[in-house]
């Protein structure tokens, strides 16, 4: 980036979001990130899925993955028993993926279990036993941000072998040199910055889709990038600063 940085008259950065969250909770690292899960099947080897699979997450990656789980299982183990099920913070009428999304996969035949939280993923000899969760009492504190509390006491275990998770993706800002990026400015909901040009606080460096918007989608995404190309054509012409 440094060299790019340093040959070119403006950059745009439009890297969206590449790197799976954890949830982090006691043997996570034996969960798959959806977003392998889902390069793995469309690129990949594909993947050898669980005959009953546990999908953590609420929003409309969780379905696309619940309901791929759900078709390998049909393909990988026909005429058995098999089953998929998510698990989401939020309830039904705070679930973030849309109405269609969900109506879909539960048309498919994904389960779901709304208002439990995860807090430990069971191990047995080294193989995958099921997802214990907790209850949830509140998904957004007073001021409205995200900050999940639990009912310690209400436990429940859903057996599963085989978990994904499915909570949300991050951007991967780590090419870009500390003394570049301290100069990103973010906004309080951990967005790059930019102005009405597409333009970032770092000089001639302009930004958009899912590092920018909280939109999320792909519409969302060319439409910022058409506001940057603009205001690139604009900054090369000596028209911004
Ligand atoms: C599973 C899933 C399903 C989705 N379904 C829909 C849908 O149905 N409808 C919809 O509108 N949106 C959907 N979205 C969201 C949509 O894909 C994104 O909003 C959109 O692609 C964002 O565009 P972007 O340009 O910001 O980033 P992306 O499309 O993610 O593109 C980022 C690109 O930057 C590259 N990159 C990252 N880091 C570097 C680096 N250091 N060097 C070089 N290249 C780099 C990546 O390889 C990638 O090619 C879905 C997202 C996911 C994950």
Redesign the pocket.
Known sequence: ?EDIYKNYDAIYL?????VSRSTRVKNSDKAYP??LF?KENKIGKGVKVGREVIVIGGG??AM??AREALRLQHIQYPGEKVVTKTVSLEDWDIMPATKEEIEDAKAEGVQFNPGWGPKEIKIEDGKVKGLLCMKVKSVFDEQGRFNPTFYEDKEMFLEGDMVIEAIG?AP?FS?IPKELFDKLEFTPRRKVKVDENGKTSLPKVFA?????NL???????IA??KRAAEGIDLYLKGKLK
């Open positions: 980036f439009g890297i969206g979001t590449t959806a977003l889902l409309n990656v696309d993955v993706q991967d090419f958009g889709g899912d590092i920018v939109n999320l989608d792909a519409v969302t995404a910022d990038a």
